[in-house]
């Protein structure tokens, strides 16, 4: 009996180091892939990692590793981490839900928000206490999340330092935050302003060096309003313009006013145009009013005024082109100067204006039968813009694939995720009866659906459709 308790001490003994081993590795996982590049996350990813799932969904979010920014992606990536379970996943699905197509919703943000900091293995909570940096990232943005402070007490000095450790393994979201912190002073322990708002900017710095977007927008910000440095809005202007050109909304916004009103050369009203258009596509908080303010500012005709009755016309052929309709442009609008926060949430480079209307999807992606949830990431690559140019190849006879069944499968997955184009071939393929019976009624909701999410051929196309069913 004795040999026995022996052996099993001893066996417990070599199991504890691997078991410390194995911890010590899952809580460098975010540190991992801070340091790996792009191809390495995304093939990982691909594999049905869920944290290198989270992780690629957060780098489509804030713009990170070279990527434009991309809500659409990054919830696809979310979708795929969070139907594994993953902490990650449904903190980013908890983020998206303050945004279209997801929210503004703030139940869904606590929601996920809540699953996250719930997960039933405790990870997060784990991986934070062992210095994972995007697990204390993580709960940092937790800590500070409006929409769940009647079960979590908000605590800004304890976020701040989670943003601090975060920051200093690299993480360019935690170092823009802990950033933000220090320049407009949020930390009760902070006193000296002066020397706080010279971190924050040394910090922004580190990630502009980064190539960080938000970096960007908010070191313009601080050039613009002079603060915590010598006001220069000629290089706010190329900051603002840095983080405009990879999808920032509130950049674009921004150099949109600066071309329109001309403050550091002379109004150039096609570039104001092209940010102010761009943000409109991105949903930005103001765009649209924005856009109309210059219409007026350069004596276009406004959309009152633009109405006219309706005119009998020939049937238009509806529009039915290979190509991807061209990219709407973007622009933010110039905040108020020197603005303090009016809650405990940092200054948000996603903020919407709108208060949009959910806009319902699949959001598991499910099958109805209950059976395992078919992933898109097993389908024909890792992300929407592959599986829909796949099932346009498909549709348009440039694949070795001929099924328009397959095709509208894969149009079909990708427009209940919110791709306004996938929408449109939906349409499309309802009306004219390919890979599915032709259905007036379905093709006019897909329509609709594309155009309500900013797809111009398919507002034409419901224009179409709906003259020729009054025939």
Same mark, same amino acid.
């Given at each position: ?12 003994? #070599?199991?504890?180091? @691997? ?57 696809? =990536? ?32 606590? %929601? ?25 990232? $993580? ?35 935690? /170092? $823009? ?6 320049? =407009? ?9 002066? +020397? ?6 040394? @910090? ?11 970096? =960007? ?16 809005? *000629?290089?706010?202007?190329? =900051? ?7 999808? #920032? ?22 570039? *104001?145009? %092209? ?13 649209? %009013? ?11 005709? /406004? ?78 690559? +890792? ?7 796949? *099932? ?6 440039? +694949? /070795? +694939? ?48 594309? *155009? ?14 709906? %003259?020729?069913?009054?025939?």
């Amino acid at each position: 009996m004795l040999s026995i308790i022996c052996k099993m001490f001893r066996s417990l003994f #070599y199991l504890l180091p @691997l078991l410390f081993l194995y911890q010590v590795i899952c809580a460098n996982e975010g540190a991992r892939w801070i340091n790996a590049d792009l191809t390495e996350i995304t093939q990982v990813a691909g594999t049905g990692d869920g944290y290198a799932q989270g992780f690629l969904a957060l780098c489509h979010l804030h713009g990170d590793k070279g990527l434009n920014i991309s809500f659409l992606e990054a919830r696809f =990536h979310a979708e795929n981490s969070a139907s594994r379970g993953h902490w990650l996943g449904n903190f980013v699905l908890g983020y998206l839900s303050r945004y279209k197509p997801l929210g503004p919703d703030p139940s869904l943000v606590a %929601k996920y928000l809540l699953k996250s900091f719930r997960d039933p293995d405790g990870k997060l909570i784990k991986f934070a206490s062992l210095g994972d940096p995007v697990a204390l990232y $993580v709960l940092a943005e937790i800590f500070i999340s409006e929409e769940i402070q009647t079960i979590l007490q908000p605590d800004m000095k304890m976020a701040a330092d989670y943003y601090d450790i975060s920051a200093q393994s690299g993480y360019a979201p935690a /170092t $823009v935050q802990s950033a933000l912190i220090k320049l =407009h002073s949020l930390r009760d322990s902070l006193t000296d302003g002066a +020397s706080t708002q010279a971190n924050g900017i040394a @910090l922004l710095q580190v990630g502009v060096d980064q190539k960080f977007p938000a970096a =960007h927008h908010y070191l313009g910000r601080c050039f613009l309003e002079g603060m915590g440095i010598k006001e220069d809005k *000629a290089l706010a202007l190329i =900051h603002f313009q840095a983080a405009a050109d990879r999808g #920032y909304g509130a950049a674009q916004m921004m150099v949109a006013d600066f071309y329109a009103y001309g403050l550091t050369g002379e109004p150039n009203e096609e570039l *104001a145009f %092209k940010y102010v258009e761009q943000a409109v596509e991105m949903n930005h908080e103001g765009a649209a %009013k924005k856009r109309e303010e210059y219409k007026v500012l350069f004596g276009h005709k /406004t959309e009152a005024t633009d109405a006219i009755p309706a005119i009998e016309q020939p049937e238009a052929s509806l529009a039915e082109t290979p190509n991807s309709d061209p990219s709407i442009p973007a622009a933010p609008i110039i905040d108020p100067p020197k603005a303090q926060p009016k809650s405990l949430r940092l200054p948000s480079a996603y903020a919407r204006e709108e208060k949009a209307q959910v806009v319902t999807v699949n959001q598991d992606i499910n099958n109805e039968d209950g059976k395992e949830p078919e992933r898109m990431d097993r389908i024909a690559g +890792s992300s929407i813009n592959q599986i829909r140019e796949k *099932a346009k190849k498909i549709y348009w006879g440039q +694949s /070795t +694939s001929n099924s328009m069944t397959e095709a509208f499968n894969f149009f079909e997955k990708c427009a209940t995720l919110g791709d306004a184009e996938s929408a449109r071939y939906l349409g499309i393929m309802y009306l004219r009866g390919k890979g599915v019976s032709k259905n007036s009624d379905e093709a006019i909701k897909w329509f609709e659906r594309a *155009a309500s999410q900013g797809d111009e051929l398919a507002e034409k196309n419901l224009v179409s459709l709906r %003259k020729i069913m009054k025939m």
